[in-house]
């Protein structure tokens, strides 16, 4: 996945839609296998993300 | 495993796309209704590479198909009998959704002051009193804001959904089921109510396929 190539509206974009995908949509029946920890480490993953995509911006912008 | 990407129509197009661990995205069949599905051989991975990987093969699919039900991240069946029951257990209730969401798309709105109230910078409250009238204050100004923003917006809308807000006073989040041909002129109401109250700032975000507007009833087994 080409994040990192991501503009600062995209990345309000990418927290939108982890967002959506993380407490909404379709639930059918008992069948979520991620428990709330998981929920936890996708969240530190994005922020990650995020950070360095900050921190590539910044690099660049220094050129 | 079988993970779920999202529920269609018995007559909807599932484009050849990759899912989690670059497996080949698939339609089963069941009851009228369409669940777009992968294989995997291992348990859902808890990343944001992989969440963000279910909501490419959402958009995928919403490209192509009209009606669009998204799955929640993470919904994983044991194997294809698991995935018919569990379609079968909800198909009248999924089949009804989808005509809720047929042509239309989401659409995100995130409203904030743009400067606190006066003495909101001031010390933190010491007495409960004190507290209390601060935590008051932000609910009256969350709602303010609310009451400015949202019926403009949920008029040019099937259905709204405020997804938080007032309980915490800061900004209002809510979403928006717009049909495909008004969101040019939701998008320019946006635009128009950020004009009309300065000191408000809006941002609307998507078109989203309607993953607040697929959440079924709660039912408990």
């Not at chain 2, 590479?49 to 959402?58: D, F, N």
């Not at chain 2, 002129?185 to 128009?192: C, G, K, S, T």
Request: glycine share 6%.
């Amino acid at each position: 996945v080409s994040v990192v190539e991501r503009s600062p509206y995209e990345r309000v974009s990418l927290v939108e839609l982890v967002d959506r995908v993380l407490n909404s949509g379709v639930v059918l029946t008992g069948d979520i296998t991620l428990s709330v920890a998981d929920v936890d480490l996708v969240y530190v993953g994005l922020r990650v993300l995020l950070s360095s995509v900050a921190t590539l911006e910044e690099l660049e912008e220094g050129r | 495993m079988i993970h779920l990407y999202a529920l269609l129509d018995a007559a909807a197009e599932v484009p050849p796309v990759q899912g989690l661990d670059d497996a080949q995205v698939e339609a089963r069949r069941v009851d009228g209704v369409t669940a777009v599905v992968s294989a995997l051989t291992r348990p859902v991975e808890a990343s944001a590479q992989a969440a963000v990987r279910h909501g490419s093969v959402v958009d995928a699919v919403a490209a192509r198909n009209d009606a669009v039900l998204p799955a929640r991240f993470g919904t994983a069946f044991a194997d294809e009998d698991a995935l018919a029951a569990a379609v079968v257990s909800r198909s009248d209730e999924l089949r009804t959704r989808l005509e809720h969401v047929r042509g239309c798309v989401e659409l995100g709105v995130r409203a904030r002051w743009d400067a606190e109230p006066a003495g909101e910078t001031a010390e933190p409250p010491t007495t409960g009193r004190e507290y209390l009238r601060a935590r008051y204050a932000r609910y009256a100004r969350a709602r303010e804001l609310a009451d400015r923003v949202h019926p403009p917006l949920a008029e040019l809308s099937r259905d709204t959904r405020r997804v938080d807000g007032l309980a915490t006073g800061g900004s209002v989040r809510a979403a928006y089921l717009v049909p495909d041909d008004a969101v040019d002129a939701f998008r320019a109401r946006v635009e128009a109510l950020e004009r009309a109250h300065p000191g408000i700032t809006l941002v609307c975000t998507g078109p989203w396929p309607p993953y607040s507007f697929a959440t079924l009833g709660e039912r408990h087994r």
